[in-house]
T-cell receptor
Framework: DAGVTQSPTHLIKTRGQQVTLRCSPISGHKSVSWYQQVLGQGPQFIFQYYEKEERGRGNFPDRFSARQFPNYSSELNVNALLLGDSALYLC??????????????FGDGTRLSIL | AQTVTQSQPEMSVQEAETVTLSCTYDTSENNYYLFWYKQPPSRQMILVIRQEAYKQQNATENRFSVNFQKAAKSFSLKISDSQLGDTAMYFCAFMKLNNNAGNMLTFGGGTRLMVKP
C-alpha cells in the first residue's frame, strides 16, 4: 500500500504570493494533520482534519487555511507569503482522531522556499 | 499546553555501540502517549517507538527501547547495537489522550545522531 503522498516536493514562491500544498493519506486513514518544520527545529502543528471537519488548530495566523475532501485528501493554503513561511510542510495521516494513541504516519513533505 | 525538551542537539556513537537520547516533557495531563520519531536526510518522519503513559512497562522494538519515568516526566530512547542507518534526526513527541480533541503531536527540538563506522 502507498504511504502518505504529498505534492509538490519542492516549491519556490515570492513574498505576497499564495500557495496550495496537497496531501493524500494512507488508504483507509480518515484523519489528516499538517505540520510546519522550520530548518533545524521540530515540527509545529498547524491543522488536523477528520471526516472533513477541523478537529484542531495550532498557533498559526489566519493566512493559513486547510480543508479535507470526501476522499480524505487534504489541501493546505497559505496566503500573503512571508519569508518566515519558508519551511518543510509535513502531512500526516492516521486511522482516526480521538482514538487512543493512534500513531501518525508522515509523508516526505513539501519544501517551500520564499524569495 | 505541553512542552517537550530535548537537551542534546547532537550526539555521536560508534557503530555497534549503545547510545541514549534524552527527552523531558511538561504536562498537567495524566493520560497521554509518547513517541520517538526518526527523520533521516530523506526527510520522511518514521515512527520508532510508542509508549502509553498508563503502562509502567517500558516499550521495546528490536534494538530500540525506552526508559519512561512518569513522575520525572522523562522519556529517553536507547539504541543498542547502533547501525550506520540509524544516522538521523530523532524527535521526541507528546500526544494528549482526549477523545474530544485531535491526536496532534507536540514535538521536541530534535537530536541529531551520527553513527560512525
Amino acid at each position: 500500500d502507498a504511504g502518505v503522498t504529498q505534492s509538490p516536493t519542492h516549491l519556490i514562491k515570492t513574498r505576497g504570493q499564495q500557495v496550495t500544498l496537497r496531501c493524500s493519506p494512507i488508504s483507509g486513514h480518515k484523519s489528516v494533520s499538517w505540520y510546519q518544520q522550520v530548518l533545524g527545529q521540530g515540527p509545529q502543528f498547524i491543522f488536523q482534519y477528520y471526516e472533513k471537519e477541523e478537529r484542531g488548530r495550532g498557533n498559526f495566523p489566519d493566512r493559513f487555511s486547510a480543508r479535507q475532501f470526501p476522499n480524505y485528501s487534504s489541501e493546505l493554503n497559505v496566503n500573503a507569503l512571508l519569508l518566515g513561511d519558508s519551511a518543510l510542510y509535513l502531512c500526516a495521516s492516521s486511522l482516526a482522531t480521538g482514538v487512543a494513541g493512534q500513531p501518525q504516519h508522515f509523508g516526505d513533505g513539501t519544501r517551500l522556499s520564499i524569495l | 499546553a505541553q512542552t517537550v525538551t530535548q537537551s542534546q542537539p547532537e550526539m555521536s556513537v560508534q557503530e555497534a555501540e549503545t547510545v541514549t537520547l534524552s527527552c523531558t516533557y511538561d504536562t498537567s495531563e495524566n493520560n497521554y502517549y509518547l513517541f520517538w520519531y526518526k527523520q533521516p536526510p530523506s526527510r520522511q518522519m518514521i515512527l520508532v517507538i510508542r509508549q502509553e503513559a498508563y503502562k509502567q512497562q517500558n516499550a521495546t522494538e528490536n534494538r530500540f527501547s525506552v526508559n519512561f519515568q512518569k513522575a520525572a516526566k522523562s522519556f529517553s530512547l536507547k539504541i543498542s547495537d547502533s547501525q550506520l542507518g540509524d544516522t538521523a534526526m530523532y524527535f521526541c513527541a507528546f500526544m494528549k489522550l482526549n477523545n474530544n480533541a485531535g491526536n496532534m503531536l507536540t514535538f521536541g527540538g530534535g537530536t541529531r545522531l551520527m553513527v560512525k563506522p
